[in-house]
């Protein structure tokens, strides 16, 4: 067990929908990272934040955004999802520069 | 910009032998290198990291790492593999110097053989 927490663990939706995922990070942990991972595109960063506010951002869509809360844990929200939004989304955390990331179990979105 | 091969997708081997899995990476500065294994329908695992320091790294559940800067790579072993060993294991970097995100390989898919 990493220590990284994420809800829920299974969604199935429509496309044209929108869902939120959410992540705890470790205990003392400021980054939180969000990747998506799927077979034909491997693990993709998506965005990162620390200590609230954005650091980097990756391959990520218009149609998602993300956010850090004031207790450290964070939100992926998707809008207007497609059929190639179906993955596993994974969050991870770390505490700074040549930190190690955790990653948690993930949310696998299946998208109909 | 950084990049990260894993040149092979699958790699198989029979239990008791040892295991090599191969990365080579690209970064513009200094790198910080890490592996992750991947079990089935969980998340990924880190495994080990070399940062600065000694060369051979040694990580969780007797794997090693050998970080060779003349020819950027960081080729996880493992003397004696067994079953349990068999998932996904990815490769990752990131440049020292600069604010940048882990990159990962695409992955490399171990199968060890009774």
């Known amino acids: 067990d990493s220590g990284v927490t994420q809800t829920p663990k299974h969604l199935i939706t429509a496309t044209g929908q929108r869902v939120t995922l959410r992540c705890s990070p470790r205990s003392g942990d400021l980054s939180v990272y969000w990747y998506q991972q799927s077979l034909d595109q491997g693990l993709q960063f998506l965005i990162q934040?620390?200590?609230?506010?954005?650091?980097a951002k990756g391959n990520i869509l218009e149609r998602f955004s993300a956010q850090q809360f004031p207790d450290l844990h964070s939100e992926l929200n998707l809008s207007s999802l497609e059929l190639g939004d179906s993955a596993l989304y994974f969050c991870?955390?770390?505490?700074?520069?040549?930190?190690?990331?955790?990653f948690g179990p993930g949310t696998r979105l299946l998208v109909l | 910009a950084q990049s990260v091969a894993q040149p092979e997708d699958q790699v198989n081997v029979a239990e008791g032998n040892p295991l090599t899995v191969k990365c080579t990476y690209s970064v513009s500065g200094n790198p910080y290198l890490f592996w992750y294994v991947q079990y089935p329908n969980r998340g990924l695992q880190f495994l080990l990291k070399y940062i600065t320091g000694d060369n051979l790294v040694k990580g969780s559940y007797g794997f090693e790492a050998e970080f060779n800067k003349s020819q950027t790579s960081f080729h996880l072993k493992k003397p004696s593999a067994i079953v349990s060993d068999s998932a996904l294991y990815f490769c990752a970097v990131r440049d020292v110097s600069g604010n940048t995100p882990l990159v990962f390989g695409k992955g490399t898919r171990l199968s060890v053989i009774a």
């Open positions: 991870a955390s770390g505490t700074g520069r040549g930190e190690t990331q955790y």
């Open positions: 934040y620390y200590n609230g506010e954005e650091r």
